[in-house]
């Protein structure tokens, strides 16, 4: 008898340190907030749409960053959109992405590309404070 109960207890300890670790891991990860993008910096050209180009909008270079689950682009920074969460997806060192749009009281935007790691290519729609919707197409590399 002596025998079965140290045996129990011993697999009942066990289970108990698997099971906190576990959920000690997963407490750490939630905290992290981190994406599959995480750490990268992207410079990019954002070319308008010929409809785009037609409301007077015209090319701009821009650094995008990926950090704790967060996707900022410095120039939209400046006009009141700051961090937003994204997510992405992919096998093999492709990489789908997007930004999950964040209601905002001026300017708003909406991101999606692809990336191989080296390169990204995407799209941006742009909600200006003045009710017009401007759409880019993004192509740059890594920094």
Known sequence: MIRYNSI???VALGLIAFFSADASAADRSAAKETGI??????????IP???TSDKGAESF??????????????TLKKS?????????????GFF??????AMRKSDAAEWAGVTNGRNIDGNL???????????????????
């Open 8 to 10: 129990f207890a011993s």
């Open 37 to 46: 993008l995480d750490g990268t910096v992207w410079m990019v050209d954002l």
């Open 49 to 51: 749409t010929r409809q």
């Open 61 to 74: 270079k821009d650094a995008l960053t990926f950090s704790r689950g967060y996707f900022v682009s410095a």
């Open 80 to 92: 009141g959109i700051g961090p937003m969460r994204y997510s992405a997806d992919g096998a093999n």
């Open 96 to 101: 789908n992405w997007r930004t999950v749009p």
């Open 125 to 143: 729609k742009w909600f200006t404070h003045d009710g017009r919707t401007l759409y880019y197409t993004i192509k740059g590399r890594r920094r």
